[in-house]
C-alpha cells in the first residue's frame, strides 16, 4: 500500500461516521457493577442517582493543577491525567506486565472510594489487585457541583511497560514537536498505541483514542523497516466506511512489533527475488497474525464497530479455527 493510501485511511477512521458508535453529547463510557457486559453510556449529570462525571464538577475531588471554568473536554483530559499521576506512583515499579488497564470509581461525599471497577487487557487478576491498592492509597476530598457536595465519577487507564510514562496526547505532541524523529526511538510507543487501541471501545471522539490513532497513523507514512502488505480477499472485504481497514492495518503494526520487541523477530515483509510476494512466509504470518487480531477485536460487539457481510465470513472461519485456509486458499 502506497503512502497516500495510508494516510487517507487514517484520516477517514478520525472522522466520526454513523457505523462506530458515537458516544451522545453529555455521555461518557463508564463500567461500573450496573454494566454487566462491557461499557455503558452515561450522562455526566446523572441527577436521579446523585452522580456528576469529573467533566463537569466545579471542584474536583482530587489534588490537581486544572484551571477554571475549563471546557467538559479540556476538564476531562486534566482530571485523568492528574489522577493518573497520583495513583502512578503507588504502583510497584517492579511490574511484569504488557498491556492496558482502565480504572473507573466513585468518590462519594463522604471522600470515601466505591464501585471501582479495573479492566486490564490481557486480564491480569494481578495487577488489577496492584492498581486497587494504589487506588486506595490516594487522598481523596468530596468533589463538588456548584458548590454543592457531590458523588464523582472518576476515569482514567494506564499503559505497562509505558515507553513514556505519559498520556498518548501528551506523547504525541512531544513527537510532532520533534524534528527529526526516528522509528527506533518511537516504535515502544506505537505498540504501546496500538495495544490501546484494540483494548478498548472504538471512540472517536475521546482524546487519548484519537492520539493512540495518530501516533500510529504518523509512522504509516514513514520507513519503519517492517513493510504491511496490504493486499489480498481479506483486506478488500473490509470498509473505509467502518474503518476495518484502517484497524486491520494497525493490527499488522501490532503483530509485527510485539514479534520485534518482545520475541526478538524483525518480519520485514520486503519482496524477496525469486519467490511470489504473497506466498513469502513473513507476508502471510503478519497477515494471518494481524487478521486475528482485528477479528477478535470487532467481533466483539462492545467494541462498537460494525462488521460487513463480507467481513463476517472470515469471522466465521476465524471462529471454526480455519482462518488460515480462507485466507490463502
Same mark, same amino acid.
Given at each position: ?144 457541583? *456548584? ?75 514513514? *520507513? ?78 462492545? *467494541? ?26
Amino acid at each position: 500500500m502506497n503512502k497516500y493510501t495510508l494516510r487517507i485511511l487514517t484520516l477517514l477512521f478520525l472522522v466520526p461516521t454513523i457505523a462506530i458508535g458515537q458516544i451522545p453529547n453529555g455521555y461518557f463510557l463508564d463500567a461500573d457493577d450496573t454494566a454487566t457486559s462491557g461499557y455503558k453510556a452515561k450522562p455526566y449529570k446523572q441527577e436521579k442517582e446523585g452522580i456528576y462525571h469529573y467533566a463537569v464538577l466545579t471542584e474536583l475531588p482530587f489534588e490537581n493543577k486544572c484551571s477554571e471554568g475549563l471546557s467538559e473536554k479540556d476538564q476531562s483530559d486534566c482530571a485523568e491525567a492528574s489522577l493518573r499521576n497520583l495513583i502512578y506512583p503507588n504502583i510497584p515499579s517492579e511490574l511484569d506486565f504488557k498491556g492496558n488497564v482502565y480504572v473507573y470509581l466513585t468518590v462519594k461525599k463522604d471522600a470515601q472510594i466505591a464501585n471501582v471497577t479495573v479492566s486490564s487487557y490481557p486480564t491480569s487478576k494481578t495487577i488489577n489487585s496492584y492498581i486497587k491498592e494504589a487506588i486506595e492509597a490516594v487522598t481523596f476530598k468530596p468533589g463538588k457541583f *456548584n458548590d454543592k457536595i457531590v458523588t464523582s465519577r472518576l476515569w482514567t487507564s494506564f499503559t505497562f511497560p509505558s515507553s513514556s510514562k505519559e498520556l498518548f496526547s501528551v506523547s504525541l505532541k512531544k513527537m510532532k514537536e520533534d524534528k527529526n524523529p526516528t522509528y527506533e526511538d518511537y516504535e515502544n510507543l506505537v505498540f504501546d498505541a496500538s495495544q490501546y487501541i484494540f483494548s478498548n471501545p472504538v471512540y472517536p471522539d475521546g482524546t487519548e483514542f484519537k492520539a493512540a490513532t495518530q501516533i500510529v497513523g504518523f509512522w504509516m507514512n514513514k *520507513n519503519t523497516g517492517m513493510n504491511l502488505p496490504t493486499f489480498g480477499d481479506f483486506f478488500t472485504s473490509l470498509t473505509n466506511r467502518n474503518q476495518q481497514q484502517f484497524l486491520y492495518t494497525v493490527a499488522m503494526i501490532n503483530y509485527g512489533l510485539d514479534q520485534k520487541i518482545n520475541h526478538d523477530r524483525v518480519l520485514k515483509c520486503v519482496k524477496i527475488e525469486g519467490q511470489k510476494y504473497s506466498e513469502q512466509e513473513d507476508v502471510k504470518e503478519v497477515q494471518l497474525e494481524g487478521a486475528k487480531i482485528l477479528l477478535a477485536f470487532i467481533g466483539n460487539e462492545k *467494541n462498537n464497530v460494525l462488521m460487513s457481510s463480507k467481513a463476517r465470513k472470515f469471522y466465521k472461519a476465524y471462529e471454526k479455527g480455519v482462518l488460515e485456509e480462507k485466507l490463502f486458499d
